[in-house]
């Protein structure tokens, strides 16, 4: 068995930089720019075991858990596994992502232990790393997908019914990856080992550009919804269907983009977007059938995304009756507005004097364990203010200064 100091000297140290360079070439989309990685893809199981190997060199204990979730122990000798503080993102990203929304989080909690080792001492509570699966719901249409596994917050059924834009289900991929899909499912055993957990993530708004800070606590996540609006109308020929003998739910589509965006501009402060909209079958020279959109919706207040939803449901149905077409309304995933637990952020607050505090319009895993644990989260700057695009970036310096940051906090919550 290997002592804390034999540790320290054999480990493998790096900074965020670093680490982040070792996984630059994975799953870089040269059609859309970025990266695409979706979950279970060969991208994304490259960067999984990328993660594994690199806490085996730190001597963590890995385990997969049954809904995938990647865990890496320091256990510095405990036994038990409770009441640890717990750190991690997620590595899938959303289509022509950027390089830094997940792994940013995963490198920095991988350079955060070697800052905590090269302090040279021996954490009183265990230390974890966390890596969930299919956070963005960018293959599954289920956004946060592991961590609503493990705390119950998605049926199991459900779970392995979803499909993804191939046809596959869940249960097929995750039995693929290695999971059994049977045993897919709340975990109260893991779940009870988490003290607390805390996720650094690159800011994906323009916050600490505006404040000239590398760091910041986060405060809460607004709430967010998607829905999937089925528009129905009649598939013909595009030669042979004069312009008024038409029922084509693409022109309804059209207008229900526009709905969104009058809906949401009602309620300062709310969000709405239409990023995805597949027409069915989908020909240049065929009149479709009907056209799947998909729906983002979020605000602070829960009672206004609700509202504003229902408005776009009432909307497009009078938009899709005047192109003589119908309209289906299907909520996919809702998560309400969170705060994070106000006495590990003021913790946080004592360990980070100079971070600012902000709030994310961001969803994220910490959102979903905010349910049942104290959760918190750190954002590191990105300079350009942009996001879910490849111009997400990160300075190196300020990606060093969110490791430290996590490090001080992992030190304080874990005791020495
Ligand atoms: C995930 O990043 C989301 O907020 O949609
Ligand atoms: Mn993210
Ligand atoms: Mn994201
Ligand atoms: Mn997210």
Known sequence: MTTDAQTRTTAASGTVAG??????????????????????????????????????????????????????????????????????????????????????????ALAAVDHLRHRGRTPRRPIALAVFPEEEGSRFGVACLGSRLLTGAIDPDRARSLRDPDGNTFADVAAAAGLDPRFVGPDPEALARIGAFVELHVEQGRGLIDLDRPVAAGSSILGHGRWRLTVTGQGNHAGTTLMEDRRDPVLAAASIVHVVRDAALRHPGARATVGRMVPVPGGTNVIASSVNLWLDVRHPDDAVTAAVVERIHAEAIRAAAAEGCTVRLCEESLSPTVHFDPALRSRIGELLPAAPVLDTGAGHDAGVLAAGLPTAMLFVRNPTGVSHSPEEHVEDDDAEAGALALADVLEGLAGW
Request: negative net charge; without cysteine.
């Open 19 to 108: 680490l982040m360079a070792q996984i630059a070439d994975t799953g870089r989309d040269a059609a859309r720019g970025g990266y695409s990685r979706p979950v279970y893809s060969t991208a994304e199981q490259e960067l999984r075991e990328w993660f594994l190997d690199q806490a085996r060199q730190r001597s963590l204990d890995t385990e997969t858990d049954r809904n995938g979730v990647l865990w890496a122990w320091w256990d510095a000798g405990h036994g038990a596994r409770q009441d640890a503080v717990v750190t991690g993102s997620h590595l899938d990203s959303v289509p022509g992502g950027g390089a830094f929304d997940g792994p940013l989080g995963v490198a920095s």
